[in-house]
């Protein structure tokens, strides 16, 4: 997505941590060079209505219980395996060792990474970021479509070969305490792997939510303007 911003003139300064001032965010736009391609594609107002909310990705209680034991499991096992080894020298039980800590290491990193849950309705994104073993402890981001200016996808470059992954991108607005100064976030809404299709179905139900929220309760006046320019 190539996108041109303009400079901001501000009327007073603005603290190192935030965007910009809300009294002038109707001078923050960003120009995409491109059509908007999904413009044709967004569901109707009659399907919308019809929809059963939430969507999105959502984790059993048994998923992130059984998910943790196996992880558990795997560093025990590593463990133990570490503790046999300590008197042998030969390389390839240095090497296998090695080679577990590192799977061991990796799975973890994706166990808690994986243990959010994204959930959709009709004025809100729901982040539910779980804690293992499905404790209480879970940490909750909401994030309102008042706040959520432009949604689309951002294709991540895999290694050195042609493989991507297809990740379904917000931009949304967080404010100060007096809510004077805004500050731009983005977020990962999900990430799709290599299916390209699955990833535009999901954006198009996403952005058809927000443009019919956005029609319904007055519209984007108060949040960055996206401004799409076509190529000739």
Do not use: C
């Not at 949304?172 to 299916?195: A, M, R, W």
Request: proline share 3%; charged share 20%; net charge neutral.
């Amino acid at each position: 997505m190539n996108t041109i911003n303009n400079p901001i003139r501000h009327t007073a300064p603005i603290p190192p941590n935030m965007t910009g001032r809300v009294a002038d965010i109707h001078l923050d736009i960003a120009k995409i060079i491109g059509d908007d391609i999904w413009a044709n594609k967004l569901l109707s107002d009659d399907n919308i209505a019809n929809l059963t909310l939430p969507i999105g990705k959502q984790h059993s209680r048994f998923f992130v219980i059984i998910s943790a034991i196996a992880a558990i499991l795997l560093m025990v096992i590593t463990v133990v395996y570490l503790f046999l080894l300590l008197s042998n020298q030969i390389l390839w039980n240095f090497i296998l060792i090695i080679v577990l800590l590192s799977f061991t290491v990796l799975m973890f990193y994706q166990h808690k990474n994986n243990l959010k849950d994204v959930l959709i309705d009709d004025e809100k994104i729901t982040v539910i970021k779980r804690s293992p073993f499905n404790l209480n402890h879970h940490r909750i981001q909401i994030i309102d479509f008042k706040d959520i200016y432009h949604s689309y996808i951002e294709a991540v470059q895999v290694g050195r070969g042609n493989y991507y992954h297809y990740l379904v991108v917000i931009e949304y607005l967080i404010y100060s305490d007096d809510k004077v100064f805004y500050k731009k976030k983005q977020f990962t809404v999900q990430d799709f792997g290599s299916n390209q299709d699955k990833a535009n179905d999901f954006l198009i139900l996403l952005k058809s939510l927000l443009e019919y929220y956005h029609k319904h309760n007055g519209g984007k006046a108060h949040l960055p303007t996206i401004e799409f320019i076509p190529q000739r």
